[in-house]
């Protein structure tokens, strides 16, 4: 058979038809083979309340509401395991939602910039210090985790309401 003979059309045909069933097998096996395991992984831990995978390009944004947990940076690392395990070496960030309240508008309004303040001068004991002050003069616990990478992991509850926020270091 020469090449002459065969005919393009079909040839064309078949390389479209290919095309599109690798892509479509694909997109299989990143639903039922890594996303809607990781879902499923994810949702069985007791500290999670809510998850929501969204993708974006090549991204996986990962939304979180947790339960009260007794350290944060612990159940932080958890989840992070939990997910590599299954993304590998794709990117992927984890965004822990909080509901709005007095907590998340202290948070906004004074302890962001004293931890930044902190980053930047290195100051962490004058931070913790600070931060110490603010939740007896607000009336909230706080409590404050680093890890060897010194990214920190901040809890604050106050009657109901618990706010988590971690900042990695840059």
């Known amino acids: 058979m020469k090449f002459e003979d065969l005919d393009v059309k079909l040839i064309a045909i078949v390389f479209i038809v290919s ?40 991204q996986v ?13 612990e159940t932080y690392e958890d989840l992070n395991k939990t997910i590599q395990k299954y993304l590998k070496n794709k990117p992927y960030r984890i965004t822990i939602i909080n509901k709005k309240g007095e907590l998340s508008n202290i948070y906004e ?11 930047k001068t290195g100051e962490y004991v004058k931070m913790k210090d600070s931060i110490d002050e603010l ?25 109901n309401e618990v706010f988590y926020q971690v900042l990695f270091e840059k």
Request: overall charge negative; cysteine-free.
């Open 61 to 73: 944004n990962i939304k979180i509401e947790l339960n009260k947990v007794d350290s944060f940076k």
């Open 109 to 119: 309004e004074k302890i962001r910039f004293i931890i930044y303040e902190a980053q």
């Open 135 to 159: 939740s007896i003069k607000e009336n909230f616990y706080v409590k404050i985790e680093f890890d060897e990478d010194m990214n920190l992991y901040l809890t604050m509850e106050k009657n």
């Open 19 to 58: 095309f599109f069933l690798l892509i479509a097998g694909q997109q299989v096996y990143k639903k039922y083979g890594i996303d809607k395991p990781l879902l499923e992984d994810i949702k069985q831990k007791n500290y999670i309340k809510n998850v929501e995978v969204e993708k974006f390009n090549d």
